[in-house]
């Protein structure tokens, strides 16, 4: 099956500092989804950017279909931002409906 | 917010019991998914569900039955609970055909299996 990898596993800043997390799957994919899980275990939409790059207040997210990866960027972070970060993807062949998660980017972020 | 609920959000059962997990939706989307959550493996799906009384396997099916009589709910039952079904669940909805189903979760239900 398709393989999603996630970098870095943890991540530790302070508040105000920007990051960039990032995507990796092994096949070509025709949907692409960032969540974040916040600390009480809810899941919340991101993006939904199989390609392209997409703008949401302080967070974007770009994805290079063609070379099999999507970033992530966090900008001033707040306490807020903390949790986990997730990636999914599901892949264009055969009939596969899922969403494949990746492991996720722990990201603390420190007042 | 996507309207979906879980019921119960928590519960602990021993090892052998039946289980029925819901999930209630008041969004009309045709596709429901029930996922699991395990440390170091992030979430797995189960079964899922395109339409009424249609349902399909996922990755970790094994011991678990799914289904859906109504647009609304999705009821996933494990027949006899074990300790390795000791997980989060997450029930998820998406609307469109794919590829462009987009999916929203709901807020987990903790299953504990002593």
């Known amino acids: 099956g398709i393989q999603v990898e996630q970098s870095p596993p943890d991540l530790i800043l302070q508040e105000g500092a920007n990051s960039t997390l990032r995507c990796n799957f092994s096949d070509s994919v025709n949907n692409l989804q960032w969540f974040h899980q916040n600390p009480w275990g809810q899941l919340i939409n991101l993006f939904y950017?199989?390609?392209g790059t997409k703008q949401n207040g302080r967070l974007s997210a770009t994805t290079v279909a063609t070379e099999r990866y999507s970033l992530l960027y966090i900008s001033s972070s707040q306490t807020t931002d903390s949790g986990v970060y997730f990636c999914?993807?599901?892949?264009?062949?055969?009939?596969?409906?899922?969403?494949?998660f990746g492991s996720g980017t722990q990201l603390t972020v420190l007042p | 917010d996507a309207g979906i609920t879980q019921s119960p959000r928590h519960k602990v059962t021993e090892t052998g019991t039946p289980v029925t997990l819901r999930c209630h939706q008041t969004?009309?989307?045709?596709?429901m998914y029930w996922y699991r959550q395990d440390p170091g493996h992030g979430l797995r799906l189960i079964h899922y569900s395109y339409g009424v009384k249609d349902t399909d396997k996922g990755e970790v099916s094994d011991g678990y039955s799914v289904s859906r009589s109504k647009t609304e709910d999705f009821l996933l039952t494990l027949e006899s609970a074990t300790s390795s079904q000791t997980s989060v669940y997450f029930c998820?909805?998406?609307?469109?055909?794919?590829?462009?189903?987009?999916?929203?979760f709901g807020p987990g239900t903790r299953l504990t299996v002593l």
């Open positions: 998820a909805i998406s609307e469109r055909t794919d590829p462009y189903n987009e999916q929203f």
């Open positions: 969004e009309n989307h045709r596709y």
């Open positions: 999914a993807v599901k892949i264009s062949s055969g009939s596969a409906r899922q969403l494949t």
């Open positions: 950017i199989p390609s």
